[in-house]
Every structure is written in structure tokens, then in C-alpha cells.
């Protein structure tokens, strides 16, 4: 699935008869079986290999499937011509270039992509090389929806089976878990959409759309094993609109802000942005009853930018969320 290798679906006879195919059905929905169907006189012969081809494969010489495979998540189901199921497979987000496979044991595993030919399994990497490298809480104009961006350390694929992701570590840790056979890249990213509220007719992607969003405020992030242990946790506080933050180096111990923000992506150094802070000292004053004074403008109330809570009538300071990164707005005069 995905990458430059064609996505295809192979079968394999291990018995010592021919079996034939004729009339039975391959889908990549349970619910439409029909999608493919093989023509009558479709033969495997004794440990012989069936590959057929979908998805962006088309003009690959061979058999032709009528659908394709996400890279997301997705599945295979084979039929019998009574509509029976004869076999399936389910899987989570994939790896470019490498593929799932059957061992001799009956069980499946990340493999090198060997199509028509005996499966090679691909060695993994530890799941505690993960970490919880970016996120995005107040996405706006830049980027619709919200982010979790994890990152391998390690050099080879990692298995996110059994693992879970979580907003409330403590109260609900497995809010989130990762389908079987699903997998990170060495030295790669997996990007998770955080959005508690999916746009009507959005479909959600087994393992990167999350049930639940990001607060902009205050959160603690939680990536957990298959025993609810933490692997990482991030905790973060107030953020700002379309601004990301971040580990700086990827993995590293410090975090950034991005006012440029990475998903899939290495979080590269970026300027850091500055606000101007006011002194406020003895020559500041507030005056409780409301009533100006002469010496305030009118209408300077106390109020957050970032809310619609209507200006009260008393003098105020301005703190604005909404620039990139906090800063004043608008300059008090002496006396306020």
C-alpha cells in the first residue's frame, strides 16, 4: 500500500490440488462484496501465487482490481461465490514501499514488498522510541484542524499495535488505540488529526483521525503501551491561533514554537517571536467605580481578545492571543 510499489493483493495456494477461483469475490469492503469478481476458469495451481493489482496501478500488466487500498487503513475480504467469508485481513496506517504478510504460523507481519513470491518478514523497532513530537491546538486559517504529530527515533519500523494515545491520562488512557498491524517508519512521522467534532460526510480513518480534540488552553498528552505505562507525555499550556509547538530538534528535551507548522514533517528552527510588555509600576492606577477619569480613552475595558464576552465599562489592559504569539494591544495612558 502507497509509495512507489503498486498496491496488490496476492493469494497463495498451499495446498496440492489446483483451486479454482471462478465465481468467488474480493473486496476491500465487507459490506460490498461484489467488487471484484473472478472470471470462471481462475486457477492457483499447488503453491503457486495470485497478484492482483489496484489503485493507482492501473496499466500494471497482470490482473486489474476495480478498487484500491488506503495507506490510512483499510482491509481485504475474500468471498465465496455464495457470498460466504473465506478469509480477511483488517490493518491500520502503513509504510510506503513494505507490505503485510501471512507467516507460516498463520499469523501477519510488516514484510518486504515480494509479490508472487514467499513472504519476507521486516524487522521492527522498539515502541519506546516513540515520542509525541508536535501538536496543534488553535488551528484556524493555516490548518483547519487540530494535530498530534508522533516520531520515531529508531531506525527501523515501529509497531503501534497494542499502543493507545490519550488526552486524559489518568481517567481514560486508551481514548484512542492504534489498530493491529499498523506502523510508524524508521526515522519517520505519524500525523493524527485531533478532531472531537468530524465535518458531516469526513471519514475517519481508523488511526488518524482521533475522537477527541485539542484544548488550547492547558493538556497533557499521553502516548501509552499496551499495559496503559506511559512511552511519552507532553504537557502544554496556553496556545496560540495557527501556531504550532514542538520538540526542537525533532525528539529533542526542548520545546518550540512554529509559526510554521510541520505535520509529517522535521520541526526546523524558526525565529522566535517577541512581544512588547508594558511596566506597570506606582503611576498606574485603577479606578474601581467604572468612571473615566480623563485620562483614559473611551472604551478601553478589561476583557480577553480571544473571547466574545462583552467589554465591561472599566478601564483595562488588552492581552491578544490571537496575533502568533501573546502580546499588548492597544497603549493605557498614565492614570488608568
Not at 493469494?11 to 460490498?32: E, R, W
Not at 515520542?131 to 520515531?152: C, H, K, P, Q
Not at 478601553?300 to 464576552?309: H, I, K
Request: with cysteine; glycine share 12%; hydrophobic share 35%.
Amino acid at each position: 500500500v502507497a509509495g512507489v510499489t503498486p498496491d496488490y493483493v496476492e493469494l497463495h495456494n498451499d495446498g496440492v490440488l489446483p483451486f479454482d477461483l471462478s465465481g468467488m469475490t474480493l473486496s476491500d469492503d465487507p459490506a460490498q462484496p461484489g467488487k471484484y469478481v473472478f472470471a470462471d476458469g481462475t486457477l492457483i495451481g499447488p503453491g503457486e501465487y495470485l497478484v492482483l493489482y489496484g489503485g493507482a496501478a492501473a496499466g500494471t500488466p497482470g490482473i486489474q482490481l476495480s478498487f484500491g487500498l488506503s495507506g490510512a487503513g483499510d482491509g481485504v475480504y475474500l468471498f465465496a461465490e455464495n457470498g460466504t467469508l473465506v478469509d480477511q485481513v483488517a490493518f491500520g496506517t502503513q509504510i510506503p514501499d513494505k507490505s503485510i504478510g501471512r507467516m507460516a504460523n498463520g499469523s501477519w507481519a510488516l514484510t518486504q514488498p515480494t509479490p508472487g513470491a514467499a513472504n519476507v518478514r521486516q524487522q521492527l523497532g522498539d515502541a519506546s522510541q516513540l515520542v509525541i513530537n508536535e501538536w496543534l491546538a488553535a488551528g484556524d486559517r493555516l490548518l483547519n484542524d487540530d494535530f498530534i504529530e508522533l516520531y520515531n527515533r529508531d531506525t527501523l519500523p515501529v509497531s503501534l499495535a497494542g499502543l493507545a494515545i490519550t488526552d486524559n491520562l489518568f481517567a481514560s488512557p486508551r481514548r484512542h488505540e492504534f489498530t493491529p498491524l499498523s506502523f510508524v517508519p524508521g526515522g519517520g512521522y505519524l500525523v493524527l488529526t485531533a478532531d472531537e467534532a468530524p465535518a458531516e460526510g469526513e471519514t475517519a480513518e481508523a488511526d488518524t483521525l482521533l475522537s477527541f480534540g485539542l484544548s488550547p488552553w492547558r493538556e497533557t498528552l499521553a502516548l501509552v503501551d499496551a499495559n496503559d505505562k506511559p512511552i511519552d507525555v507532553v504537557v502544554y499550556g496556553p496556545q496560540s491561533t495557527d501556531v504550532s509547538q514542538g520538540r526542537s530538534p525533532d525528539a529533542g528535551t526542548a520545546y518550540r514554537f512554529f509559526t510554521a507548522p510541520s505535520p509529517g514533517l522535521s520541526n526546523l528552527d524558526q525565529p522566535t517571536a517577541t512581544a512588547p510588555i508594558l511596566a506597570i509600576d506606582h503611576i498606574w492606577r485603577y479606578d474601581d467605580t467604572g468612571v473615566n477619569q480623563g485620562t483614559c480613552p473611551v472604551g478601553f475595558f478589561l476583557t480577553r481578545a480571544d473571547t466574545n464576552e462583552i467589554p465591561r465599562k472599566k478601564p483595562f489592559l488588552r492581552w491578544d492571543f490571537g496575533s502568533g504569539q501573546p502580546g499588548l494591544t492597544g497603549s493605557p495612558q498614565p492614570g488608568c
